[in-house]
């Protein structure tokens, strides 16, 4: 089972900041890996698949890098609707997903 | 639209069964992939189940095999998922998701809440 880690779990942030989530796999995914927006009661919305494409009517400042066992999430200006949780997925072998990082208020 | 409409879920005893159904409307829901995905209460996401469009290839998780059973009715637009042997562990809302022909899932249901106590 490919293993996903998210770091930091959580990083507490204010509007306008610029914000970088790190998802590592246990072995080489290639760049299939997808990141997706979670806010309370809601379900996941995709935001990048295959590490660097974003999903239809996602925002220009989220952005996605990497491949192999390194990837990135960006935003390049947080705004207020975007603090929620974010969790990365891999497809390479089945379905893994990251344990999530939370981007809070601060 | 697409709509991914999920139901079945409540509170069931260990060792019980509940059988979950996803109604899908709004795409040809006989082209794509489905899948299941859960979220225990305050935790993170955990990918369940996956089944073809015409149920040739059928995965699960290794915490869910021999107990979960994924299907689909695709003359009802219909995805199912029966649980058996449940367990405490499996209290969480269940999603249905469509794959995409990404290999994502995309979009996903509101979820339902399947609570597993005594």
């Known amino acids: 089972e490919i293993v996903l880690t998210q770091s930091p779990a959580t990083l507490s942030l204010s509007p306008g900041e610029r914000v970088t989530l790190s998802c590592r796999a246990s072995?080489?995914?290639?760049?299939?890996l997808a990141w997706y927006q979670q806010k309370p009661g809601q379900a996941p919305r995709l935001l990048i698949y295959?590490?660097?494409n974003r999903a239809t009517g996602i925002p220009a400042r989220f952005s996605g890098s990497g491949s192999g066992t390194d990837f990135t999430l960006t935003l390049s200006s947080l705004e207020p609707e975007d603090f929620a949780v974010y969790y990365c997925?891999?497809?390479?072998?089945?379905?893994?997903f990251g344990q999530g990082t939370k981007v809070e208020l601060k | 639209e697409v709509q991914l409409v999920e139901s079945g879920g409540g509170l069931v005893k260990p060792g019980g069964s509940l059988r979950l159904s996803c109604a899908a409307s709004?795409?040809?829901?006989?082209?794509?992939?489905m899948n299941w995905v859960r979220q225990a209460p305050g935790k993170g996401l955990e990918w369940v189940s996956s089944?073809?469009?015409?149920?040739?290839?059928?995965y699960y998780a290794d915490s869910m095999k021999g107990r979960f059973t994924i299907s689909r009715d695709n003359t009802k637009n219909s995805l199912y998922l029966q649980m058996n042997s449940l367990r405490d562990e499996d209290t969480a809302v269940y999603y249905c998701?469509?794959?995409?022909?990404?290999?994502?899932?995309?979009?996903w249901g509101q979820g339902t809440l399947v609570t597993v106590s005594s």
């Open positions: 998701a469509r794959e995409e022909r990404s290999g994502y899932f995309d979009p």
């Open positions: 709004g795409f040809t829901f006989s082209s794509y992939s």
């Open positions: 089944i073809s469009s015409g149920s040739s290839y059928i």
């Open positions: 072995q080489s995914v290639s760049s299939y």
């Open positions: 295959d590490a660097s």
């Open positions: 997925l891999q497809r390479s072998n089945l379905w893994t």
